[in-house]
């Protein structure tokens, strides 16, 4: 199934030049994209807040994750402070899903940022997220927070840029992307036998557990006759033929 590692900043002490720190930004961005990856039948984990980039690794590293999202925002340093604008998305080099991720982002990413010219992938053995973890890494640099612009976009943008980011995961997975819809509680309706829950709307979407028929589940989304759904906090995709209300 979809299984994503979500790692925001845990850089408390990083301010913003306007209001708030980038842990506390990148962590909003964060909560603002669950809805929307979940509505898409995908399994999210985040990193701890209060803890460090390397027990975030260590997190990661501890699961079977498909893809490893790190969510930071930039500060430029010396005389260039406050001066510098761009958006940039990091890649391990030999990674290829690292980079097709990269490019997935900064494609859809040029869609929302003041400065479409200045969204960029590039190539980094230099940070740890990217070298120390097991599951493919895009360490995403959204803006710079000491630059007056850049903040304030962030900061009054925060469900845009979550949903931007959102629909480029979905894409990676090859999910639809759908708006998030109040939660609604459906009954499996079968004749006989269990349902399927499967990683997406397609019978040819692998098996992620089997539910029992009368079984309770959370309705998300819809995408033609599947249903986007959880059921005991596992999050994926079932015929919308076997669900009543």
Not at 126 to 148: C, M
Not at 206 to 223: D, E, K
């Amino acid at each position: 199934m979809p299984e994503l590692f979500l790692s925001p900043s845990t850089q408390s002490w990083n301010p913003y030049i306007n209001v708030g720190n980038e842990q506390f930004w990148m962590n909003r961005i964060a909560d603002a994209m669950e809805p929307y990856l979940h509505a898409a039948g995908i399994n999210v984990t985040r990193n701890n807040p209060q803890g460090t980039v390397q027990t975030s690794i260590r997190q990661s590293n501890m699961g079977n994750y498909d893809f490893h999202l790190a969510l930071h925002s930039n500060a430029a340093p010396g005389e260039n402070a406050g001066q510098v604008r761009y958006s940039i998305v990091f890649y391990y080099p030999t990674s290829a899903q690292g980079l097709r991720m990269a490019n997935i982002l900064v494609d859809n990413f040029k869609e929302i940022y003041p400065l479409p010219d200045e969204v960029r992938a590039e190539a980094s053995t230099t940070i740890s997220e990217l070298r120390r973890t097991r599951a493919p890494v895009a360490f995403f640099e959204i803006a710079f927070h000491d630059n007056q612009e850049d903040a304030a976009w962030i900061t009054g943008n925060v469900e845009e840029i979550a949903a931007n980011i959102s629909e480029s995961v979905t894409e990676y997975f090859g999910l639809p992307f759908l708006q998030p819809q109040p939660e609604r509680t459906g009954i499996v309706t079968l004749d006989s036998g269990t349902l399927n829950l499967r990683e997406g709307p397609e019978v040819t979407f692998p098996i992620v557990r089997t539910i029992p028929n009368r079984a309770r589940i959370n309705v998300l989304g819809q995408f033609g006759d599947w249903y986007s759904a959880e059921y005991r906090n596992r999050y994926g995709w079932v015929k919308s033929d076997y669900i009543r209300f």
